[in-house]
Every structure is written in C-alpha cells, then in structure tokens.
C-alpha cells in the first residue's frame, strides 16, 4: 500500500470535501480522507492507483487536484478573492446608500446603480455562481446555490423592471411604503440586495481563505526551529557547511549556546543541554559521551562533539512536524450551520418558487404576476442577513479578545469551545514559568553562603547555576573556576576554594557532607526540586533548592475552569515527583508526567477515544502536535511560533487565567452567531408565504432584509460588553 497526498483547489464549504471524498473511496483500492481546512485529500492506494489516477478523478469531481509542491505564499496584492472583495466594497456601498436614502435618488439614479452593481453581481460574485454550477451538476445545495439564485433573481429581475417595466422611467423612486399589497413588480429593483450580499459573503470567504492559507505554518515554524549551518570535523579541521548536507556518520561540534544540528551520540565533551522546547523537561540535561542528543535542542554547557545518526526527514524534529501535520488533517471538520441548513432549505426554496409560478399561471392571474411572485420568493429567500451574522460576530468577538488578550482563530475554535469537558494543561511555562528559580537556602545563614556560591555560580553558563547566581547583586571576582562535567563546579572566590554542585563532587572532592544538609537535599528532591550542595575548606556549608514556580494565579485558573465544570488534567515530559508537587500546589488531581511529545498526543487521542472533548494548553514545540490533535487547542503568547501556530486561541497574556475567559468567550461568541443564524433564516421564513401569496411589497421586504441586518450587528455588538473574570 502506497500513501498519496493532494492538494485540492475549487472546494468552497465542508460538502464539498464530502463529495471529494466518497467518489475517490469508490474507487477501487482506495482509502481516502479530504479536509475542507487544509485542501488536502490523503489517500492509501495499492500498486494498481496511481497520482495521476486520484486527480483524474478528483477533476471529474468538478475541482482541481495536484501533487503538493513548494511554492511561495502568494502575494497578498495578486490574491483574485481579495481583488474580487477591494471590487464589491468600492462599488456597492453607492449603491446601498442611494437605495436606502430616498432623498439621494436624483434623477435616472436607478442606471448609476445599474452600472455600479453588474460588476459586482458577475464578476466578483463569480466564485458563488461557479460553485453552485458544480454543485447544481451533482445535484446538491449548499450556501454558494442560495446566494448565486438570490443574487442571480435579484439582478435580473431589476434588468426587467429597468428595460422592460417602468423602474428604468425618469423620477423613479424607492419610497418607504410599509404597506402590504399585490403588485406586478414592473417598477422594483433589487440591485442593493444582489450587490450587497455578494459583498458581504466574499469578505466572510475572504477571511476564511486568509486563515487557511497560515495552516501549515505551524509546520514551517517547526522546521526552522532546526540549526541552519553545522561545524563538521573533516580530516582533522572544522567545516561549516549547511546542515542538509550532513550525513549519518558524520561528526561535528556543538558549542555552548548553540542549537544542536541533528540527531546524534555524544563523541567527546559533556555539557548541559536544554530540552524544553521538545520535552518540556524543566531542568537541563546532563549529557557525556555515550549520550543521545536531538536536534533543535540547546547546548546549555560545554563543547560536545556529536556523531550524527539521523538526518533530515529521520529526525525527531521532523517527526514531530509529521505529528502536527497528520493531528491537523484529521481533525474533525464543523459543517458550517449555514451550509447545513441551505442544504434543505434552498430545494424547499426552489420548489415553493416553481409552485408559486404554477399555481399563479393557473388562476389565470397573467404571466407578470406570477412571475413578480415566483421571483420576489426567490429574492425573499437570498440570505442578505446570513452574510453579516458569522463575520459581524466573529469580528466584534474577536476584536474584544484581542483586547483582553486572547486571539481566535476561527468558527471551528468556536464550536470546540463550546463541547470541551476535559483541559489538559502543559506544566512548564503554563502551570508554571518554566524559568529555574532559587526558592530555598539550609541552612538560612546572614548571606555568606550565598554571596559566594552565588559569585561562583555567575561563571557558570548552566541554567541552575544561573538562577542562583541572579539571587546575588555583584558578583565577586572568582579564580580558577572549573566546570567539572555532569556533577557542578569549582573555583577560588574570596580566597576560599568553593565547590558546589552534587553531593557526590563535594565527596569526591574530600569535602564531609553533615547529616542535616543529606536531609536537606532528600527532602528538597522529594518535593521536585533540584538541590545544590555548596562548601569549602573541608565542609559542606549548605544546600540550594532550586525549581521552575508557578505562576501566581494558575491555583485561580484552575478553580475557575471547575466552575465552568471541566476537568483539569496536567500532562508533561517533567518527572512524576515534580509533576505531583505542582499539581497539589494548584488543586489538579490527575497527573501524567514523563510524557514525550508522541506521547502527549497519544494521551489527548486516549482521552478522545473515551468520549471527552478535549482542550490542550500549552507552550512549546513538543505541544503542538498535542494541540493540533486536540478539540481545542490554546497556546500561550509567550510560548513558541510552533504551539502558536498548531493552536485554535493564543493567550496573549501568558496567564493560565486567559484560559478561562478564552473558554467563556468563544461559547458567548457562538451563542451570537447561532441567535444570529436563526433570525437571519427566521427573517426568510416568515416572508415566504408573503411574497408566495404575491403580497410582497418591494419597500417592505427593502425594510425587512436592512431590518434583519441592523439586528444581526446590533445582537453581535453585546459582544463588546464582555468582562473576563480573572485580568
């Protein structure tokens, strides 16, 4: 069995990766999937399917497919949907205000409007009316139809009345008539309602396009984390080459500071090496010869030099972009409320039409009356409101986010925010800073301990060494200082000869460790901490605990998301005896620790495989594949691109309290968006029977749809009246 991906062009809502995907499942030895939010259809083929076999079908289909390719983002300034939008604005807000504003209709103004909306109703309503040709040849109805026949019968029968009727006739004039009465139509036109929700619908299809095209950045921001250039040791001298051009077998130098170029067994050296942003782990490594190392992490010490023994796409990194990737594409995608219900309204809405036009024509009320009816249900049922309720709720709903430090990224986070019962919660740089802090000094002596293991420790380039060496204001000078590898360091400070680190370097440098420091540092690594021993001439003087903390309100956070009634779960590559203290400090109950990134994902999957809906927060690169996989995923601001990118909200604040108000934000935005929907179609409904009845006043139903309208934003604008609980 063979693994195809194609990139898919054309779809326009989530039936049309529907569609896609059951006419290549028909397909003899195919398994396939199609995801509407990436455009990419992933299919398991045996030998007798090939690419070329997928496309053929796919095209078939009425879309485009072709093999993924690395192509450049596409300028924002060359982008048709954006040029199609610019297009629409520029030309129908004239037209709405002349049809709106009866004292502005001067004379022959209906044939300005005329010309400002063909435009608009052709050609930047285009990918409308090309969607629902497709859609009309495979016999379906989604959004695209009703808007493309909406629109379609709205421009047209205002040609009609223009050429034909007596609204193209000199002093022609839209009053406010709020009076219900049969009329032929002869001298109505809707050409504000054609123009108007053509460009209400590109700029939510605008938006939505916008937000696709940044999917695989989480991918790309993944990839760049890898080290550019490498040192390589090649017949006995250094090379710096690009690192694509490493091989398995090749060694090469890492020095302090620098990222490591790839996968690989420590050679020569020890040092320290940061794994944060791949594991999560809070402490540093100790790594010496024999050791394994993987690329993207930091050396934080000494110089190593490492073998290589995976390269490029073999790498832990890349599979981990794998991991984001396969979490993204399988992803569950919402179908939009709007497609879902166009799709058995807009039949209803076509057969009323023709049985309109019927029955009319056989009362024997003339064809211009039948028709006037038959068309004003069509144009009754064109969605004018449906195009302001998603993006005018989304917009004012996002907007107050940002301004309380919370991004989202789309309708889909919305929806998943509503479901989520279950929060799983990264520990370092969420729970906690995930920075190294001095929190305890044994014995507590009048400064002297820690003014000169503090001055030894400011040499020191390992992370713990620096958390204790920021307690100390200025350093004093040190002599002779001395990293000892994997155990800690040595110097002269003060004239003393300093030794700090574990307890094992002061015994093997012939310094007597007291019973109650032994206590110290068992109690201080029982409670998940990492503990310093420090001394000189002879004797073991005290012991440093240091630990990553927690943040100040994430005890709050969590209370708040139990009475939002989630459960909080705290997941982390950290070891169980820190993950345990930590979730005692801030009230969670369940623990899962030394999980690595596939694992983390492995985790959420468990989680979702035993019917929860879950939300994953967190902030570094060994998260993202987690939160892409999740429900629900929230990143931390102050976290990497990666997590950022792979996430559905930001939490700009970089407070685990943004967490909950996040979560409260998106359900009252969908809560808008759905009332919106449902007295945007309710404003449809409740007209079809006027305009069937051929009582459908053009002035009324002009006052009703901006009626609808005025609703929809002024419902969404509550929106702005939203207060977070925790700031």
């Known amino acids: 069995m063979t693994l195809i991906e194609l990139e898919i062009g054309g779809m326009t809502c989530a039936s049309c990766a529907n569609r896609i995907e059951k006419k290549l499942n028909r397909m003899d030895g195919v398994s396939a999937t199609v995801n509407y939010a990436t455009e990419k259809a992933t299919a398991t083929v045996d030998t007798t399917v090939t690419a070329a076999d997928l496309i053929a079908t796919v095209e078939r289909t009425g879309y485009t497919a072709r093999l993924p390719e690395r192509e450049p983002e596409p300028v924002a300034g060359n982008d048709p949907l954006r040029t199609r939008l610019i297009t629409s604005i520029v030309l129908t807000v004239p037209v709405i205000l002349l049809a709106m504003v009866p004292p502005w209709q001067f004379t022959h103004w209906q044939w300005l409007s005329l010309t400002l909306a063909a435009p608009v109703v052709v050609y930047a309503g285009w990918p409308f009316h090309r969607a629902a040709a497709i859609n009309l040849r495979h016999g379906a ?6 808007v493309s026949i909406g629109t379609i019968a709205a421009f047209g029968w205002s040609l009609w009345a223009l050429f034909f009727g007596t609204a193209g006739e000199p002093g022609m004039t839209h009053p406010f008539t709020l009076s219900i009465s049969r009329t032929d139509g002869s001298g109505a036109i809707y050409l504000e309602a054609a123009a108007g929700v053509t460009m209400f619908l590109l700029a939510g299809r605008y938006f939505e396009a916008r937000s696709k095209r940044r999917a ?5 921001a993944l990839l760049e984390l890898g080290a550019k250039d490498v040192t390589i040791l090649k017949d006995g001298s250094e090379v710096r080459v690009p690192t694509t051009d490493l091989k398995p077998g ?8 620098e990222k490591i170029a790839t996968d690989g067994v420590v050679d020569e050296g020890s040092s320290a090496v940061d794994r944060s942003l791949l594991t999560g782990e809070s402490v540093p490594v100790e790594v010496g010869p024999g050791g394994t190392v993987t690329g993207g992490t930091v050396n934080a010490g000494g110089r190593l030099i490492v073998r290589a023994t995976r390269v490029g796409a073999d790498t832990q990194l890349a599979q981990m972009a794998r991991l984001v990737e396969q979490a993204q594409a399988g992803k569950a995608e ?4 709007a497609d879902r219900i166009s799709g058995v309204f807009v039949p209803i809405v076509i057969a009323l039409a023709v049985g309109t036009l019927g029955w009319w024509l056989g009362s024997g009320a003339g064809g211009t009356a039948a028709f006037t009816a038959a068309v004003a249900v069509l144009i009754i049922a064109c969605p004018c409101a449906l195009g302001l309720a998603t993006p005018t709720a989304l917009l004012i709903g996002t907007g107050r986010g940002a301004q309380i430090g919370i991004l989202i990224k789309g309708p889909e986070a919305l929806e998943s925010a509503r479901r989520v019962d279950t929060v799983v919660l990264d520990k370092t740089g969420t729970v906690t800073t995930g920075v190294m802090k001095l929190v305890a000094v044994t014995p507590d002596d ?5 003014r000169l293991t503090g001055s030894l420790e400011a040499a020191s380039e390992h992370p713990i060494g620096r958390a204790i060496a920021a307690e100390v204001g200025d350093p004093l000078p040190v002599a002779g200082f001395q990293a ?14 300093i030794v700090a680190g574990r307890p094992a370097l002061l015994e093997r440098e012939g310094l007597t460790v007291p019973a109650e420091i032994t206590a110290a540092v068992a109690e201080a690594e029982a409670n998940g901490r990492t ?21 100040p309100d994430s005890a709050t956070a969590v209370a708040g998301l139990r009475e939002l009634g989630l459960t909080p779960i705290l997941l982390t590559g950290d070891n169980e005896t820190v993950a345990r203290t930590v979730a005692a400090e801030v009230g969670i109950d369940r623990v899962i620790a030394g999980v690595l990134p596939d694992g983390k994902v492995a985790e959420v999957k468990s989680l979702q495989a035993d019917g929860r809906v879950v939300a994953m927060v967190g902030d570094g690169v060994n998260d993202a594949a987690a939160l892409a996989q999740s429900d629900l995923g929230l990143a931390m601001g102050t976290g990497t691109d990666v997590a950022i990118e792979a996430s559905d909200l930001t939490l700009v604040r970089g407070e685990l309290t943004a967490a909950v108000d996040a979560i409260r934000l998106s359900r009252r935005t969908l809560r808008i968006i759905k009332s919106n929907l449902f007295w945007a179609f309710a404003y449809n409904v409740a007209a079809l029977p006027l ?29 702005r009246r939203f207060r977070p609980l925790h700031v």
């Open 141 to 146: 109805a989604t959004m695209d139809t009703l």
């Open 216 to 220: 695989g950045d989480a991918l790309r």
């Open 484 to 497: 000892v590898e994997g155990l800690g360091v040595r110097g002269e400070v003060s004239g003393r000869v």
């Open 334 to 337: 919402v179908q939009l409320l």
């Open 250 to 257: 090749d060694r090469f130098v890492v020095r302090p500071g």
């Open 691 to 719: 305009a069937a009845a051929g009582l459908l006043n053009p002035m009324i139903a002009g006052a009703a749809m901006a009626f609808s309208s005025v609703f929809v934003v002024a419902n969404s604008q509550r929106l």
């Open 531 to 551: 503990a310093i021993v420090s001394g000189w001439d002879g004797v073991a003087r005290g012991m440093f605990a240091v630990a990553d903390t927690v943040k």
């Open 446 to 450: 009048d400064g002297e301990l820690l």
